[in-house]
């Protein structure tokens, strides 16, 4: 646990200043994209969703976080999420259309990046050493957002890919005390379920089997299940069960 709040402490003093700048720029490339979504808008928000990632996966964890048992395995999981919107930069894929149904939810997640730091203050811990809101669970809960207001096309894989970071991201609450990413687990099963009816709604399911109603039936009990499971994990974490 001394070598993870260390490495955080490291990260946050040294690169204080480069996360500033990817949080201005985040929300200012979120801000056009809702104001004046341009194809340049939508092509600069693919960069820097590129860039976001590849920075976790090479300054955060390749470089501060190098004395962690198995970062290059996190940094390796970061790489294919970067390669991912690179892939999708080239193909075009993912458009960024508004969709409209998830608006309000997507505004929470927007907030929640900085809510991070703030419990952290609360829990008495002083910057550095503090969770900021360029780590890769809060950049896991910005992605999530966006792609919950920009949902039109469904990048699936994505939020697979996010959904098992979430669970990853299980053990370090009561492992390296970091209370902050119950707030990633709480979005990511809602999430979950709405982008799977999602794409079980576009018709993708029609003919298969079981059914796509019974389908959508073994996602909410699939889903209540794991947000069952996560409570308990949690609870027993910090010593009420």
Same mark, same amino acid.
């Given at each position: 646990?001394?070598?993870?709040?260390?490495?955080?402490?490291?990260?946050?003093?040294?690169?204080?200043?480069?996360?500033?700048?990817?949080?201005?720029?985040?929300?200012?490339?979120?801000?056009?994209?809702?104001?004046?979504?341009?194809?340049?808008?939508?092509?600069?928000?693919?960069?820097?969703?590129?860039?976001?990632?590849?920075?976790?996966?090479?300054?955060?964890?390749?470089?501060?976080?190098?004395?962690?048992?198995?970062?290059?395995?996190?940094?390796?999981?970061?790489?294919?999420?970067?390669?991912?919107?690179?892939?999708?930069?080239?193909?075009?894929?993912?458009?960024?259309?508004?969709?409209?149904?998830?608006?309000?939810?997507?505004?929470?997640?927007?907030?929640?990046?900085?809510?991070?730091?703030?419990?952290?203050?609360?829990?008495?811990?002083?910057?550095?050493?503090?969770?900021?809101?360029?780590?890769?669970?809060?950049?896991?809960?910005?992605?999530?957002?966006?792609?919950?207001?920009?949902?039109?096309?469904?990048?699936?894989?994505?939020?697979?890919?996010?959904?098992?970071?979430?669970?990853?991201?299980?053990? #370090?609450?009561?492992?390296?005390? =970091?209370?902050?990413?119950? &707030?990633?687990?709480? $979005? !990511? /099963?809602? +999430?979950? *379920?709405? @982008?799977?009816?999602?794409?079980?709604?576009?018709?993708?399911?029609?003919?298969? #089997?079981?059914?796509?109603?019974? =389908?959508?039936?073994?996602? &909410?009990?699939?889903? $209540? !299940? /794991?947000? +069952?499971? *996560?409570? @308990?994990?949690?609870?027993?974490?910090?010593?009420?069960?």
């Amino acid at each position: 646990m001394e070598i993870f709040w260390k490495t955080i402490g490291a990260y946050n003093s040294s690169t204080w200043i480069q996360q500033l700048i990817l949080i201005v720029t985040g929300i200012l490339l979120t801000v056009r994209l809702y104001r004046k979504p341009t194809e340049n808008t939508k092509k600069a928000m693919k960069i820097f969703m590129v860039l976001i990632n590849l920075w976790i996966a090479v300054f955060y964890y390749v470089i501060y976080c190098s004395e962690r048992a198995y970062y290059y395995i996190f940094a390796c999981f970061w790489g294919v999420v970067t390669c991912i919107w690179i892939y999708d930069l080239i193909k075009g894929n993912y458009n960024f259309e508004r969709s409209y149904k998830y608006d309000k939810i997507a505004y929470i997640l927007y907030a929640i990046p900085f809510i991070y730091p703030l419990i952290s203050l609360w829990r008495g811990l002083h910057f550095p050493t503090v969770t900021s809101p360029v780590m890769p669970c809060t950049v896991t809960v910005f992605t999530i957002g966006i792609l919950m207001s920009f949902s039109k096309k469904i990048n699936l894989f994505l939020i697979l890919f996010l959904f098992h970071w979430a669970l990853l991201g299980i053990s #370090k609450i009561y492992l390296y005390k =970091i209370p902050e990413d119950i &707030l990633l687990i709480l $979005c !990511i /099963i809602p +999430v979950l *379920f709405l @982008y799977c009816k999602e794409y079980i709604n576009s018709g993708v399911c029609t003919n298969t #089997k079981p059914k796509a109603h019974s =389908i959508k039936l073994l996602l &909410l009990v699939t889903c $209540c !299940i /794991i947000g +069952v499971a *996560f409570t @308990y994990i949690i609870f027993k974490g910090f010593g009420y069960i």
